[in-house]
């Protein structure tokens, strides 16, 4: 590693010191009582110019809820693009329904997917574990949810919170595509 890889983490540490300690309205001198270090300490790694024991970073990124890969990385590596021709869509109901995901990552117990419904184009939902809460948000058109039976008629800007594990379907109602944007907080499983 180069003395300019050091000097890297250095300033990543100073900025991500800064920012998070900022964020969560503390002073060094809480940070460094929190992660019991002196507060010298926390003074020198956000000028840039401190050199923490491997000790001390744990302490320091425990004491504000983050890792220590976190203070260390810089904010550009963090992020990730994802072209359009790489995101994930399946087509569902002969053609006539899109489900486009929208979380290219694996996160437990979320799902986010946009759901394009051709004109008259029908969807049987797929239920969830016990627990679980959907919610519906029409972005363009109008689409009926028929939930255990019952069904609800929403439109442009309308949001529908359902029980995920309930028997659902979704219909274009409309006279144009019908666009929407579901969320599934899906319930711990033996919970």
Do not use: W
């Not at 320091?60 to 963090?78: D, W």
């Not at 948000?137 to 439109?155: K, R």
Request: glycine share 8%; aromatic share 2%; proline share 5%.
């Amino acid at each position: 590693m180069s003395l300019s890889d050091f000097d890297s983490l250095s300033k990543n540490l100073a900025e991500r010191l800064i920012d998070l300690r900022m964020r969560r309205n503390l002073t060094q001198a809480d940070v460094a009582k929190i992660a019991d270090v002196p507060r010298s300490t926390i003074a020198n790694l956000e000028s840039g110019t401190g050199n923490p024991s491997l000790i001390n970073l744990a302490k320091i990124a425990s004491s504000l809820g983050t890792s220590i890969e976190m203070l260390l990385t810089s904010p550009q590596a963090l992020c990730k693009k994802i072209p359009a021709d790489q995101i994930k869509s399946v087509s569902r109901s002969g053609g006539e329904v899109t489900v486009i995901k929208l979380l290219p990552d694996p996160v437990p117990g979320m799902e986010i997917d946009k759901i394009e419904l051709n004109v008259g184009a029908r969807m049987r939902g797929i239920p969830h574990a016990a627990g679980t809460k959907e919610y519906l948000h029409c972005l363009q058109g109008e689409i009926a949810i028929v939930v255990a039976g019952e069904t609800y008629q929403i439109s442009k800007g309308d949001v529908l919170a359902f029980p995920g594990e309930i028997h659902h379907s979704y219909e274009n109602i409309g006279k144009g595509k019908a666009v929407g944007l579901s969320v599934v907080a899906i319930a711990p499983v033996g919970v």
